[in-house]
Structure formats: C-alpha cells, structure tokens
C-alpha cells in the first residue's frame, strides 16, 4: 500500500458510489416486478429487462473493481511518489510532446472566442427552456396532431450521432484494426457527450418535466419509453467507462507534467497509475472486455428507439425493418460527425502526423459502405409501401415523395447517397477535403431523415381529418442551437483536459504493434 | 461431475422455459383481463352506439361535452394553430367525387377500445382501462409525453398546450365535478365518468341497481336528434346493446382489432 492521500479516499468514494448506483439499478427492477405483480399488471417484460440490465451493471462494478484493485490497491514499491514525477515515464518523448501540447498551453483568441460564441448560443437556449418551462408547449410550434416535433427528431438524430465513438471504436479494437489507436478518443467522447443531450431532448418534450421521475416511481415496462430509458442509461454508463478506462495512462502522463489545482484533479482521476506491467495488463483485459460488451448495448439503443415509432399502428411508423434501419442510419451519422470533428481537431491543433489521410481514407470506405446500407434500407422500406398501396400509408408516402415534403424526401436522397456516394467513390474520397465534404451533408441529410420519420406520419392521421401542419417555433430552434452549441463547448473543454488522441495507445502501436501484426501475418499463411 | 453440470444445465432451462411459458400467457395482460373480468360476470361494459342516419351534425354534442367538461374555450390564434381541444368533434368523411359526393358526418368521442392502444405505449400508468371498459387518464401523474396520443389510431386524445383560462363571467360557471386539467398532460373522453358516480351514489342512497338511463352521458342529452344511445353492453336488453349487434352496426377502422365500444350504424341502408 502506497501514502494514502485525499484522492484516495476520493477513489474509494467513486467506486462505492457505483456500487451504490448498481445496487438501486437491480433493486428498482426487484421492487418494480413486485409492483406489478401485485398491480396484475404483466411483470415480463420488467423481468426480462431486468435480467439482461441488472447484470449488466454488476459487470461493470467488476471491471471497476478490477481496475481500483489493479491500480490503486497496488502492492509495490512506491513509483508515485508525489509530487516527483512517477517511475514509469522517466523522461518525455516528441509524441507526448506533440500529443500533449493542446492541453497545457494557453488557449488562442480563437479558442476563447469560439467559446464565447457557443456560449452565446448555449445562454439563449437556456432563455428559451425558462420561456417553455413557464409557460408550457404552447410556445412550441406542436399542435394536434402533430404532437411530436423537433424535440423528438433531434433525440433520435443525437443519439444516432453517439453511435459515432463507441460502436466504431469497439468494432475496430475487436478487429484489431491497427489504424484505430489515434481516432478512438476523439470517436468515444463525441458518444458521450452526444447522448446526454439526446436524454435532454426527451426532457424538453415532456409537457410536465417536474414530473419526470414518476417514470421510476410508477414505470410501466410495457412502454418502449421505458425500454429507451433503461438502454440509454445503460449505454451511457457503459461508454462513459469505455472512454474513461483507456484514458487512465493518460491522465497520468498529464498528472506527472502538471502543478497545483490540475495536479490534484489528474491525481484522483489517474487512480493513482503508475504503469507497472500488472496494471497494464487489467486495464488492457477491461478494455477488451468492454469493447464486446458496448456493442450489443448500442445497438439495443438505437433498436429501442426506433420501436418508439414501430410499435404503434401508425401508418409509416409500423414497420419491422425500423430496428435495423436505425441502426445503420445511427452508424452513418455517427461516422460522418467523426469525420468532421477529426478533421477540425486535425487542423485546430495540428494533429497532421497523428490523424492522417488514411484514417480518413479508411473511415471513408466505411461511410460509403453505410451510405450505400442506408440506401438499400430506404428503397426497401419505401417500395413495400408503395407496392402494398394501403390508403393510409399511401397519403404519407405521397406527402413525403410528391407533397408538401417533398424539398425534406429528395433532399435526404441527394444528402445521405448521391453527394456522398459520388464524392466518396471519386478520387477525391481518399482524402480528408473529400471525406470532410462528404460527411457534412450526410449529417444534414440524417437530421432530414428522422424528422421525415416523426412529423409526415403525424400530419395526416388515419381518418380524414383537418390535414396539420408543423413550423418550428423560436423556442425549438433556439434550443436545438443550444444542444449543439453546448455539445461543441463540452467538446472543445474536453480537448482541453485531456489529450484528445491517446498518447499511450499510439505509442504502443509505434514500439509493438509491427511486430505484433507482422506475427499475426505470419500465422495467417 | 461432468454429469452433475449436466443435469444442473438441464433443469436451468427447464425452469427457464416453465418461467417463460408460465409468464407468456400473461404478456400482454389479455388473459389476465378476461380472467378478473369485472364486467364479464355481471358488471357492466358501458358502450355507445350512434346513428349516422339520425345525426343532423348540429354539433349540440360538441357544445354540451366542452360545457360539462370544462373546456377551455380557445382563441381564433389557437383554431389556426390546431390546437382547439373538444373531446367530442364531428369529422366530416367526403365520399365520392363530383358529380355524385356525399359527406359523412361522424361524431367521435373517445372510441373507448377494449384493447387501447394508448394504454400500453404509457410509461407512467397514467391512463389505463377500468373494470367497467372506460378508459381513463389519471391528469396528476401524466408526465406529458404524447405517445398515448400519438398512438391513437382515432386521434381522439389531447394534450393541454397551456395552463388553463376562461373568461371571468365564464370561470365562475365551471363545472365542479371536473378536474380541471394543468397545463401539459394528456386528456380525453371519459365517458363522462363523473356522472356514473353521481348515478351509482343516488342508486345506492335509494337502495335500488342502476337502471338503464340512470347514467348517461352529456352528448346523449344534448342530441336533439337522439342520434346517440348510451348504455351497458353487458346488459341484452339495453337499446345500445341491441342497436350494436344490428346488421347496421360497424367500427371505425374496425381492421387494427382495437375494438371499440362506440359503435355507428350505417345511415342509407
């Protein structure tokens, strides 16, 4: 045992607190499936959640006790000894240097101003939430029947965006895709940050957001609602582990180069790393195993959040290919906002040797084989609508092709497959102007997509009724800038904590990975 | 030991699969539904049946459910902006085209489904169907999300955009047996349920069953035409049991299996 200091304690108290957390996580399904036993109601589906949620939490205290009793439990010879710097990076090296830079040096004029701006926006959103939270809906542009609108398409459109970092990131560590070790950060802290303003959009939807937590109070686990809400709660926990696990070595190096109040915050945050073998070697069995089990879980998020649409009889909102179509759409998007946010890091700091055309060459190829998914999954979706030629689905389907929808349909078509498609097959899609260009619309285009998904549906319901109609008012637009403003903001703070391409990671794959993959070839053949 | 793990896999799934099969006959609480049946053994099933050939469409229902129940009036900048709030409207059906249309015109109250597909998509029980078939909304513990009133086939529910007001003449005449609803929860139909209880109490104080025509609905006594019958289903001999089994009789959107207990006759035939 090494000098225990305040951030021992600290330590302590954040890994008992998750205990905690898992504790009411498996007791709220124990105690929810009592209730609705003794209501009469169905427990099945409660049970059948819980059974899969539950564990799933008791797996994640253990990969955090794994690395609490690898890391801060270590027995050993002291290499931590605060406040020298620690044993186990005895001098720097040009990579930490480069990697590292972003963070400890001042913030340009150009940084502050962008955060000035985001701010800005972030602060009339906020005017618009009290105007809401004051006055009700009524100052939104929803009305009867069009009772979803912009709130709901941008909580599927962000949380098909988070889809960006861990999904990828998990998919290309199992694969051991050698390439993925300087984008991976980037690609999992868009996850997190992304998902939480998802959640916040469900919150801005709600007619009585004082009353949200009667969803824990009196859940019925036959709403899809609740399924969303116990998936995403799971799949932000699990990413925020996901991010946080890998970032360990490197808050540590910044721990080690750092001086007072950011000296204090590193320690409690490193978990006291000091890089022994041992540590490496729990930590590196964590991340593996948490990069199989994120990707089950993101997929069931996305899943979940189309059955919002598909479990209802509403004509175009019915259908059974929803799940997978999300899916593939969330990977889309989600890689088309990598892209853009790797090529801006890669310019605003310099990042030239450390995310290179072939990371963007690389990610190309998958955006185009999602495009291309994508537009398999619309023409199927669209042509069996159109072949059954059912009254009620027909008017939706006509609005979208031909009607009042028709800019948002066709403009999705061009954004999601023909500019991207074409920029990507061309030459010009092996570089990082060609993928950048290419991403933009597709992130424009997937917005345009969910809010085809929620709103035509709604403007013509099955009897003939009045048709509706949907403007989104100052309220709503002013509060989607803000998510997206305050997305950026956190973002931008995020790169200026920690270094925002792993430094450990990249290292490794510089000292060990040719000879690793030249073995690897080697067994191949 | 080999065997031993055997077996002990063996009864797992057994036991798992006697759990499922045990539980799936309760998946969707049908069962369960039919089982207690309050209203199968002798309770009522209250119901509506509405002559299309009788109705005038003078809207006297819509006037006299939107008194009884306390709807706010609304301005000409809510009408444009949809969001007018009458739990009984009269929808207008073109049929055929020129030279021969023909406009349908239907009341809808709540179609009060005996398999809702409001109630199930709900994540907080806030509306739910009761043992006598009326489905309700419980307005204090609604979190306002909209997706019981995006699920519903019949567009029959709504939500209140804004805190409630009315003129001050008008707000001294509020109907007191009516909640008044908050801003930002959803409502509905109910069935004027306030009047059930208020038939059941002036049963039971004069020590009698309810009667038929005890308990009616505010739209039934508005109807100058008597275009709308209201009664139990469960009970034969009721005008609105025999009127729902005639060869009139149809449901709306009859296909999703939603079944409705607001039954139409057919007018023209």
Not at chain 1, 429 to 453: D, H, N, Q, Y
Request: charged share 20%; hydrophobic share 45%; with cysteine.
């Amino acid at each position: 045992m090494r000098e225990k200091r305040w951030t021992f304690y600290a330590q302590s108290a954040g890994l008992g607190g998750f205990y905690l957390f898992t504790l009411t996580v498996n007791g709220w399904f124990i105690w929810r499936i009592r209730e609705l036993r003794d209501l009469g109601d169905v427990w099945i589906p409660a049970a059948a959640i819980g059974a899969i949620v539950g564990p799933l939490f008791i797996l994640f205290s253990c990969i955090l006790t794994a690395i609490f009793r690898a890391v801060t439990l270590r027995e050993g010879p002291e290499l931590t000894s605060f406040p020298q710097r620690s044993a186990f990076r005895p001098k720097t090296t040009p990579l930490e240097e480069d990697l590292i830079r972003p963070v400890l040096s001042r913030p340009t004029k150009g940084f502050v101003a962008l955060v000035a701006v985001l701010g800005a926006v972030v602060g009339v959103a906020f005017l618009a939430w009290t105007t809401q939270f004051n006055q009700g809906l009524r100052v939104t542009g929803l009305n009867n029947p069009v009772f979803w609108g912009f709130y709901i398409t941008n909580f599927v459109f962000f949380i098909g965006i988070s889809h960006a970092g861990t999904l990828i990131s998990a998919i290309l560590r199992i694969t051991n895709a050698e390439w993925r070790r300087s984008i991976t950060r980037s690609a999992e802290v868009i996850t997190v940050l992304v998902l939480l303003f998802g959640a916040v959009n469900i919150l801005l939807d709600l007619g009585r957001p004082d009353r949200m937590f009667n969803v824990f109070l009196y859940g019925r686990h036959q709403s899809p609602l609740l399924w969303d809400v116990c998936s995403i709660t799971a799949y932000l926990t699990a990413s925020t582990i996901y991010l946080f696990i890998p970032l360990i070595p490197d808050i540590a190096i910044l721990r080690d180069r750092t001086e007072g109040w950011r000296r204090e915050f590193y320690e409690l945050l490193s978990m006291g790393w000091s890089g022994t073998p041992g540590e490496k070697k729990v930590l590196e069995k964590c991340i593996a195993i948490m990069a199989i089990v994120v990707i089950p879980v993101a997929i069931s998020v996305h899943t979940v959040v189309s059955f919002v649409f598909s479990m209802t009889v509403q004509p175009m909102w019915h259908s059974t290919i929803f799940g997978p179509y999300f899916v593939v759409g969330a990977i889309f998007s989600g890689i088309a906002a990598l892209i853009i946010a790797m090529s801006i890091l890669r310019r605003a700091y310099h990042l030239e040797e450390y995310l290179k055309p072939v990371h963007f060459r690389n990610l190309g190829i998958l955006l185009l084989a999602m495009s291309c998914l994508w537009f398999y999954f619309t023409f199927c979706e669209y042509i069996t609508t159109w072949y059954g030629n059912e009254p009620g689905h027909m008017l939706i389907f006509n609005s979208k092709m031909t009607g009042v929808y028709w800019p948002y349909f066709w403009g999705m078509v061009v954004t999601c497959f023909v500019i991207p498609f074409t920029l990507l097959v061309s030459p010009m899609g092996k570089t990082v102007l060609g993928t950048t260009l290419a991403s933009i619309p597709v992130c424009i285009g997937m917005w345009l997509e969910r809010f085809l998904i929620v709103v035509p549906t709604l403007v013509r319901p099955r009897l003939p009724y009045t048709t509706g109609s949907y403007t989104p008012s100052w309220v709503e637009i002013s509060l989607f800038a803000g998510c997206l403003a305050a997305f950026t903001l956190l973002y931008a703070v995020f790169t200026k904590l920690f270094p925002i391409v792993s430094i450990w990671e990249v290292e490794e794959g510089r000292e060990h990975a040719a000879k690793e993959v030249s073995d690897r070839i080697k067994t191949y053949f | 030991m080999t065997e031993s793990r055997r077996s002990f896999l063996e009864k797992c799934a057994l036991s798992a699969g006697a759990f499922f099969a045990a539980g799936t006959g309760k998946l969707w609480g049908k069962k369960e539904r039919e089982k207690k049946g309050a209203g199968a053994e002798g309770g009522p099933r209250w119901g509506m049946a509405i002559d299309l050939d009788k109705c005038t469409g003078c809207s006297a229902c819509v006037v006299a459910c939107s008194q009884e129940n306390n709807q706010m009036l609304g301005s000409p900048e809510e009408a444009a902006m949809g969001r007018i709030i009458r739990w009984m409207q009269i929808l207008p059906i073109q049929e055929g085209e020129y030279p021969s249309p023909r406009q349908k015109l239907v009341p809808m109250p709540c179609q009060q489904c005996e398999d809702p597909p409001c109630i199930k998509v709900c994540p907080v029980y806030a509306t739910f169907l009761n043992e006598e078939g009326i489905v309700g909304q419980v307005y204090s513990r609604c979190i306002g999300c909209r997706y019981c009133v995006n699920a519903c086939p019949y567009t029959c529910k709504f939500f209140t955009w804004e805190a409630p007001q009315w003129p001050q003449q008008m707000a001294q005449g509020l109907n007191p047996d009516i909640s008044v609803r908050p801003k930002g929860v959803a409502e509905k139909c109910l069935f004027c349920h306030h009047r059930l209880q208020r038939a059941k109490e002036q049963a039971s104080s004069e020590g009698r069953p309810l009667r038929e025509g005890d308990y009616q609905t505010a739209c039934v006594e508005a109807c100058p035409a008597k275009a709308i019958t209201f009664g139990d289903l469960h009970d034969k001999e009721s005008t609105v049991s025999r009127l729902s089994s005639s060869p009139r009789a149809f449901h709306l959107l009859e296909e999703l299996g939603t079944e409705p207990k607001v039954t139409y006759l057919k007018e023209g035939a």
